[in-house]
């Protein structure tokens, strides 16, 4: 057997393109319900995201951007009550089909399991809203084809720390050097490459512009049959075959034999 056992997947940004049309309409929603008139236009949401986590990231608002409203008598209490609400609204939205999976994400999830690679998820997102992106995005039934699920309920030190995935690393019962890591993100890379995971980080349009450096590949996408990826770097780009169209399970075990 080969040394690749299992993948490891972020949510927000790498399943799926969660955070534009997802979070932030949601965060705006439950601002509105509270009378607040705070707006997260999406480049103001895209500063916003160096900040990992719904709660962390109105906090650096309040702290940062000193918005009106937020005398509130228990500023703990407001950011709490208004994450729930946001959460319910993005929940609404999952289940209107808002959000779909990215390029290629699908296809990687089942070829994996036919292969027998074990499947897992370390994000630092809530674990209510992991669970309504894959019922709705994916199946009913996906929570359970990922044998390890760790959420910002697990862990309390958020990405770029790497403890979300030292918890499922410990989980899998794994080395590092057994699995890989897919993200999205600057914070996410810093996480996965602290915790010792060579990273393919699929960027989407707020992380384009990221410094992937020590990333194994950064691709635009993880590519389909008809929707080839862009390979952008990586310090295996290199070893990629020409005419690759997408990550595959024979390029993973070609890539890390
Ligand atoms: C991305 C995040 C999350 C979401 C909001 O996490 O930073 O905070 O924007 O989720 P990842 P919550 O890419 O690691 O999945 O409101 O549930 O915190
Ligand atoms: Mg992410």
Redesign the pocket.
């Known amino acids: 057997m080969g040394r690749l056992q299992a993948l490891i997947f972020?949510?927000?940004?790498?399943l799926a393109d969660t955070?534009r049309d997802g979070h932030r309409v949601a965060f705006n929603r439950a601002f509105a319900a509270a009378g607040l008139d705070w707006h997260w236009s999406p480049e103001l949401y895209g500063e916003l995201l160096a900040v990992?986590g719904g709660k962390e990231r109105m906090r650096h608002y309040i702290r940062h951007y000193s918005p009106a409203g937020c005398s509130a008598a228990d500023p703990a209490g407001m950011v709490a009550a208004l994450h729930a609400d946001k959460n319910r609204h993005y929940d609404h939205l999952l289940a209107e089909g808002r959000i779909s999976l990215r390029p290629g994400v699908r296809r990687l999830l089942d070829e994996a399991r036919h292969e027998g690679l074990r499947l897992a998820i370390a994000?630092?997102?809530t674990r209510s809203n992991l669970m309504g992106l894959l019922r709705h995005a994916l199946s009913d039934d996906a929570c359970s084809w990922f044998e390890v699920i760790a959420t910002a309920d697990e862990v309390t030190k958020k990405?770029p720390a790497p403890h979300v995935y030292h918890y499922t690393l410990d989980a899998l019962g794994l080395a590092a050097s057994q699995c890989i890591a897919f993200?999205?993100?600057e914070?996410?890379l810093r996480a996965s490459l602290a915790a010792g995971l060579d990273t393919i980080v699929t960027v989407n349009d707020y992380?384009c512009q990221g410094e992937y450096d020590g990333a194994a590949l950064v691709v635009d996408h993880l590519g389909d049959p008809r929707q080839a990826f862009r390979l952008l770097g990586g310090v295996l780009a290199g070893r990629v075959p020409e005419g690759q169209r997408c990550i595959d399970v024979s390029l993973l075990r070609h890539l890390w034999p």
């Open positions: 972020d949510v927000d940004g790498t955070e990992s994000t630092t997102t990405k993200e999205d993100s914070n996410g992380t």
